[in-house]
């Protein structure tokens, strides 16, 4: 299966270059942290937005295009390092660990805590400053020149509508990564962890077997009175069966390979993250929760448990932090009237930030007197995906 993507040449539009996406952004702040030459940026954004870049082709650490200018054509490319295989293992480990990561990349997002899971196992999916390495056949000097930057600025569209193009980039594309991913759910020892890591590991002791009660049948526990709670059927089980099993994976590979352990949720916010990740699951955990989980949802699907918490509660931060933030959104727009109280800036009359635990901020909107989780969380306030 080839390795080698083509994207047709974008036809002249006027588009943002910063990319709607928060991940179309990270990269796009990667490029323009890396120049040293604003007017470069400048032209490359004019460059990309009048359908000077050819077909885009995109593979494992490279991307290139041809930049048309009025007196001559130009070849420029642009180059990211590839994960190891290593690195590949470690990241499939995160993904595998919940289901709503798969779902999320399979309907184009990526989802914020991936990326940040990702990184707490030391493999790094968006670049940073000096991570991407621009070269042209034009004279110019300035890294990236115009034409590189206006490749640049056309792979933030491009991430925009397809986050696999960045895993392409890392070195693995849709077909491999999802055969890959399906691999490891079924064969967690051989693709999950290692055989050969399993048998240099010394295992320790194992307590003794407890007494396990016997099995009760169905006549049996009508006898009782015990019933299951309304909705809960043979489906559902065998989803909170799935989605104990991949906890107990993630656990497994935090003690193996220090990836990020699964953190302890109390039950509200275990109820919050099941029918997130399992849509089926809504109904009957509303039944037994007594309570609307809709919002709710929509805040850990954005921001995982802090993107849940800011959404429950407040709390007081350095009031340094709400400043820096409040200065930051002033001097972008010196007309907007700001509020603050505790971890929440209020922006005119129906916009919020709110600030996480971990330095996120979280967008809402005002929607029929009651805040909305509106969008991604980012550590910049300016760079927010609404």
Known sequence: ???????????????????RSWWARAWVQAMEDTSLDNDQLRRGRRYANSGQVGTITISPG?????????????ESVVRV?????????????????????IAALLDGEMPHDLVEAAADAGVTLLPGIGDLDPSCTCDAWELPCQHAAALCYQVAWLLDADPFVLLLLRGRTR???LDELQLSATRPTEAGVPVADVLATTAAELPDVPELPGKVSVDELAVTGIEPPEGFGPAVLQLLVLDAARRARAILNALLHGTREPQPLDDWQDSIRLAADFPGLTEPLTEATGRDLALGIQAWRYGGRPGLDVFEHTWTPNPAELNRARTELLAADDDLAITTARNQLTIGADTQLRLDRDGHWHPYRLVDETWIPAGTPSKDPLVIEW
């Open 1 to 19: 299966m080839s390795d080698v993507r083509g994207f047709p040449a974008y036809a002249a539009q006027h588009r943002s270059t910063r990319g």
């Open 62 to 74: 490279r991307i290139a295009a041809t930049v048309y200018s009025p007196d001559d054509t130009y």
């Open 175 to 177: 077909e491999t990564l």
């Open 81 to 101: 390092d590839e994960l190891s295989a290593d690195d590949w293992r470690r990241f499939q480990a995160e993904v595998a660990a919940r289901a709503g990561h």
